[in-house]
């Protein structure tokens, strides 16, 4: 299957941002993309930056706007389409959403991102109510769909829940980058722990991991910053965490790459985990600290 991996710089101008989506989409159909991913709310600028409470009128409903319109031209170029979206719920009640677009235009399936940080330039939890979907993957016409978004990446219970559910594959809209005040080793330690952690998550699952992230310096706001330049970077790492592609981490890219899903049979089989696992022994898993 050919898996697709839009990475993009935003602007304020949200219609410039979704027309020029629009165009990579349709470059990486016609170079015989099925499945196209995009990254974190990909619509506008990282907005989580600040808290400023104008900045909910941004959220639209699901089925909404860009539902309708990210659905027509999946319909239109007959692919799979993973949106991740300001999600208004209801008045006072915001998530953080991805949204899946099967080939007929339909909504296949939402997932709404679990984990929610809230660090310096990361004020997630202003906005965004933790998901209670839960997770599970989502059925679709190029297979079961494992969406997580970006915090969510950092947990090892996420992928695995995923993958016990029966994902064929972990998928990660993503907006992360870098304080221009970290120091180069700062930097360096930060992005090498964002891809080893995520490879950690192929090899657990015997999966396929697709991670999609913005690129591009955006100003904080407030100036309490110099604001975040979005490292790039984005990936696809086979079912033993190989590289299998990776994106620059100053540039626009659109990665095409043909993928063999049937690799997970093959390394399960070499490398048992889901047998192993001493599932009689975990129960405290579940607690926040065992004492």
């Avoid at 009640?93 to 007929?104: P, S």
């Avoid at 950092?154 to 995923?162: D, F, N």
């Avoid at 540039?251 to 070499?270: A, S, W």
Wanted: proline letters at 4%; charged letters at 20%.
């Amino acid at each position: 299957m050919k898996v697709a991996l839009i990475q993009q710089s935003n602007t304020a101008n949200v219609t410039a941002n979704i027309q020029k989506l629009e165009n990579n989409i349709r470059t990486c159909a016609a170079q015989g993309a099925e499945l196209i991913v995009m990254q974190e709310l990909h619509n506008g600028l990282y907005f989580c930056q600040t808290e400023d409470p104008e900045t909910f009128n941004l959220a639209e409903s699901i089925p909404g706007p860009s539902t309708e319109r990210f659905g027509q031209l999946a319909k239109e170029l007959q692919v799979v389409l993973v949106l991740s979206l300001f999600e208004k719920r209801a008045a006072g009640l915001y998530h953080n959403t991805a949204v899946v677009i099967e080939k007929d235009g339909s909504i296949a399936g939402m997932y709404r991102k679990m984990h929610i940080p809230d660090d310096p330039a990361y004020y997630e939890k202003f906005y965004f109510t933790p998901g209670d979907i839960g997770f599970e993957p989502i059925q679709t016409s190029v297979g079961r769909l494992g969406i997580l978004v970006c915090w969510d990446q950092w947990y090892p219970e996420a992928a695995r829940l995923m993958a016990m559910a029966g994902a064929e594959m972990l998928i990660y809209p993503t907006a992360i980058g870098w304080e221009s005040t970290d120091s180069a080793c700062e930097k360096e330690r930060q992005l090498g722990a964002w891809v080893t952690v995520q490879r950690g998550h192929a090899v657990a699952n015997g999966l396929h991991v697709i991670s999609c992230n913005r690129v591009g310096h955006e100003p904080d706001p407030s100036g309490s910053t110099n604001g975040i330049l979005f490292w790039g970077n984005s990936f696809i790492a086979g079912p033993q965490g190989e590289l299998l592609v990776q994106a620059s981490n100053d540039r626009e890219e659109n990665i095409v790459l043909d993928i063999d899903l049937t690799r997970t049979e093959t390394v399960r089989r070499m490398w048992p985990f889901f047998r192993d696992r001493r599932i009689d022994a975990f129960g405290d898993i579940t607690k926040r600290w065992k004492s």
